[in-house]
């Protein structure tokens, strides 16, 4: 049977980036061209209002993705020509909707770099642009940045409880889409993890790709040493064997004994701790101490640092749906507020969701050992101490910042980490970094709220 | 400045389907063809071990995507050529790569249709096929339906929730990535939804298009009425104005008095049932009796049956990162198995993590009024009481199953949730659906695991 509609795998193409929008953006920007507003310069912040509990601190990721987004959006007339036939438009004059087909981001952008250390409360991302501009990319900002950035977070957090073994992302299956496999690589390797499974994510950014072997391989041969002693063969001196799909100390006996000598052993169910022991011994006593022990299976970087607390002989770990679907936490209240029009302080006094007006810049203080001691959070044409975090990424429509490779934002991610207060590295920090605002935004503040 | 590097928005393309995957499923593939297995028929099973807390059902979801991306996996040249330089691939007689350039997927695919409820152990779909091609493609497989199946599951509970006011997906900016967006509003409007806000996913999709305003619109105005008049000018009739920027009852106060009259007003933030209740008084004070309240801001399915229940006077609501995350549970333990392989089943014992061997057909009883009253696991060549759930929807490679249309899917869902038992659709439902495995299958089980 032949069927006569094509099944859709839901990618977008970079004709399709203009509408990766919500409707609303659209009804205002064609209400700014009709209430002759569409010339006004706005500043729009994005930041983020509270972090989820237990978490203290950010590792902003996705900017890169968020310009390749943002700097590709277009309107084609094919586009508009369905937008007319939507009930919110079909009433408007056809001049109306032709003012979105020329339409183009020609604003400019600041933005922390990727790989900082970053608070609530904090400008992550200013766009200075046209009204209508400004308000047309903040869906696809919002999205491109997110999750990223939550990802990094979660993924710095496991890096620290990991104390040096090295993590590897193997989480492409539980991500929410397949894209955000790709995304969930490149931040766990952004934030310090070694490698990832996800063979694409390997070729386009060059992170190191790693991988073991599934239960099939196993359950694909009648006995399990004979598919140990296949694989062995067939990658030697770097088979990874998988030992739990019968019984995992058995598995351990049989891979021990296999020639050519394996590189590690992976448990991926049990109880790590005494199971990781039990194969320690086994594996030494058949003189393979060089074998590694790696685990894998729902670990957090609770469970991580639990099993390197207890000093479990484990020497890495595989990682998975915790990390990718940031499962304590899958959401961040990242947001993206009007805060100036035309030199004009803006701002929203929303229970709980208050903003403050002007654009801003950040300023981070360290302490003489180099720490991070604090950050103030400034008017953008403000004088002020400390090193200012947001820097201009695009100009005009056109980036004039290259975006720096992986592995230097990999590096910025590290030496962050280690310029933070011990204290906000523990897994069960508050939130207490030391965020304030100038002593001149609380004035504009008071004084346009009427205070 | 010039930049010598372009940004790298992530989005894959067809022709990188083939890397979409995990690097062992790479190593295993060539092993298979090394080890003289290549041809062997294997069926694998994909199925959810059991559901997250508090969830009693699943809506499958995603099938569409996941079928149009396992026919377009390929493996061209420039892919082969990048894997020989891998390190597990490097040692490797260039042949074995090559049997990779062929590989394209010309199994059979069983699947239960999109719409329907299902749940925990029973097969979902199922892959028939040689084994390194059954073996390719389940990373994409797990990432196409898992989330889908998620948001539609979660939407399914919300729509329960709403008792028949309309629900809009509102959630594209906190999706993880950009295309969970597009995934979640397909998702939301299967399960039940009236609407999405993602304009990309009402044109690929043709799901209704919805929009309110964003509090960037109130604020680009001097005053709030101002706002609020030009764009009930604009969009007579239809505009949905945004209340709560500044004080939400004197809001929407405002909007009651505006020229022409609007369509409805939103609430985004406070105490929804309170401020609803105030904001409907004082719309029928002011003869605007029309005018309908909508309500967003972190609504989940409990918030929605507290506020239904509690007759707060609303008329739809706008759900977001509740859903787009499905923040309670954000993962499925779903899994994909080999079962059998050449006609010999094919199982596994790690603990917490037993499968079932043999290919299967999950038929489903219902009871005199129609309801669902148990569901049967047996074997594929079984014959069983009952409605077989698995179609075949691939064979040999080739969609022999048109895709039903989203609407169609719709209905489907409707009609299944219509058809479940009363309790299991309570917010806190116990999981006891009655799912059994038929007599062969545990002989079957027994027999090979030597019980």
Do not use: N
């Not at 400004?134 to 993924?155: C, D």
């Not at 991610?413 to 609380?442: G, I, N, W």
């Amino acid at each position: 049977m032949m069927t006569t509609r094509e099944p859709v795998a839901l990618w977008p193409q970079e004709d399709d980036l203009g509408l990766m929008t919500d409707l609303y953006q659209l009804t205002m920007m064609v209400g700014y061209f009709r209430s002759g507003m569409a010339g006004r310069r706005a500043e729009f912040e994005l930041f983020v209002r509270r972090l989820p509990h237990g978490r203290a601190y950010m590792v902003l990721a996705g900017l890169e993705q968020a310009l390749a987004g943002v700097l590709a959006m277009r309107m084609s007339a094919d586009r508009i020509a369905w937008l007319r036939g939507l009930d919110a438009f079909k009433h408007l004059d056809s001049s109306l909707l032709d003012a979105l087909a020329d339409v183009r981001f020609e604003g400019d952008v600041w933005a922390i770099p990727e790989g900082t250390v970053v608070f609530p409360g904090e400008t992550l991302l200013r766009v200075s642009a046209p009204l209508p501009q400004a308000q047309w990319v903040e869906t696809y900002l919002l999205a491109a940045l997110g999750y990223p950035t939550l990802v990094a977070s979660k993924a710095a957090r496991m890096t620290t409880a990991a104390k040096g073994r090295p993590l590897y992302e193997f989480g492409a299956r539980r991500g929410h889409g397949p894209q955000a496999g790709l995304l969930a690589a490149r931040s766990a390797y952004l934030a310090g993890f070694a490698g990832t499974s996800l063979v694409e994510a390997g070729r386009r950014l060059e992170i190191p790709v790693v991988g073991t072997m599934g239960h099939s391989w196993i359950q694909a041969f009648d006995r399990e040493e004979q598919a140990f002693a296949a694989y062995a063969q067939i990658y030697p001196g770097s088979a990874t064997l998988l030992v739990d799909t019968y019984d995992v100390l058995e598995g351990v006996r049989k891979a021990a004994a296999i020639e050519p000598a394996i590189a590690a052993v992976r448990i991926d169910s049990g109880e790590l701790d005494s199971l990781a022991r039990a194969a320690r011994a086994i594996l030494d006593e058949h003189g393979r101490a060089g074998v590694k022990i790696l685990c894998s299976g729902d670990l957090d970087e609770t469970k991580i640092a639990r099993l390197v607390a207890a000093g479990a002989p484990i020497d890495g770990f595989g990682i998975g749906v915790e990390l990718v679907t940031s499962r304590d936490a899958p959401a961040l209240s990242m947001v993206y507020k009007l805060v100036e029009l035309e030199g004009q302080g803006k701002y929203k006094l929303s229970p709980g969701k208050r903003t403050y007006p002007m654009a801003k810049q950040v300023y981070r203080r360290r302490d003489p050992a180099g720490r991070f001691a604090g950050d103030l959070v400034a008017r953008a044409d403000e004088p002020a101490a400390g090193e200012p975090l947001l820097e201009r990424v695009v100009q005009g429509g056109r980036l004039v910042h290259e975006p720096p490779s992986l592995i230097r934002v990999r590096e910025r991610c590290r030496d962050q980490l280690a310029a933070l207060p011990d204290h906000l590295l523990a897994l069960d920090a508050a939130c207490d970094y030391p965020v304030v605002y100038s002593d001149q935004l609380e004035a504009d503040a008071r004084r346009l709220m009427g205070g």
